[in-house]
């Protein structure tokens, strides 16, 4: 069935280093790849996304790059900040075009400062 | 003005209540979900509305019901609740069923005793 993997399930960095967070996903015809920041309280953010057709994008501090041979896609933070501390959900759409994201099992990424 | 707003942020009820969990959104989006996020942070979908019609329905016990007067507002009806049922319920909001990019609300903390 419809399944996304992400790892970590934790992650600390120091202040100023970059972090990696790689999702894998099972459906061939998903084409669209949210990155949701979530802070402590509150509901998903949406930061970055990628579709399809594209290998990269980048957004300031934050990229994301898809490989759609591998079926994985992974978020790039540079240059880390303590206010980067919050858990990260990757998620991809289901082929059904019902708007329906499977998410992943999220990521604690802890900046230490 | 808060794009998605969920009342009431925190319900603590007993077994065997029946509770409701209000969202309305202010951003014209015709598509609106019901999520449950677990105690190990898992987001799982439950239902959306796109323009008041159910689209999805997953594998949710009957005892769920959601409701969507228009398609501005989504309501969740919880009947004969369980310790099970104990979770963070965010709902969220899309342009449409193509346009996967979710707005959440800041989450309904259930806590059933």
């Known amino acids: 069935g419809e399944n996304v993997e992400q790892h970590p399930s934790t992650l600390s960095v120091q202040e100023g280093d970059s972090a990696v967070i790689k999702c894998t996903y099972s459906?061939?015809?998903?084409?669209?790849f949210p990155w949701y920041k979530q802070e402590l309280g509150k509901g998903p953010q949406l930061i970055i996304d990628?579709?399809?057709?594209?290998g990269e994008k980048k957004d300031q501090r934050i990229a994301v790059t898809l490989n759609k041979t591998a079926k994985h896609f992974s978020l790039h933070i540079t240059e880390t900040q303590p206010e980067d501390s919050a858990v990260y959900f990757c998620?991809?759409?289901?082929?059904?075009?019902?708007?329906?994201?499977?998410f992943g099992q999220g990521t604690t990424l802890q900046v230490k400062p | 003005d808060t794009a998605v707003s969920q009342t009431p942020k925190y319900l603590v009820t007993q077994m065997g209540n029946d509770k409701s969990i209000k969202c309305e959104q202010n951003?014209?989006?015709?598509?609106m979900y019901w999520y449950k996020q677990d105690s190990k942070k898992f987001l799982k979908i439950m239902f959306s509305?796109?323009?008041?019609?159910?689209?999805i329905n997953e594998t949710v016990p009957n005892r769920f019901s959601p409701k969507s007067p228009d398609k501005a507002h989504l309501n969740l009806h919880i009947n004969s609740l369980e310790l099970g049922d104990s979770a963070v319920y965010f709902c969220?909001?899309?342009?449409?069923?193509?346009?996967?990019?979710?707005?959440f609300g800041s989450g309904t903390r259930l806590t059933v005793v």
């Open positions: 998620a991809a759409s289901v082929s059904s075009n019902t708007g329906k994201l499977i």
């Open positions: 459906d061939s015809a998903s084409n669209y």
């Open positions: 990628i579709r399809s057709n594209v």
């Open positions: 509305y796109n323009n008041k019609e159910l689209i």
């Open positions: 951003l014209g989006h015709d598509t």
């Open positions: 969220a909001s899309s342009p449409n069923t193509g346009d996967y990019g979710y707005t």
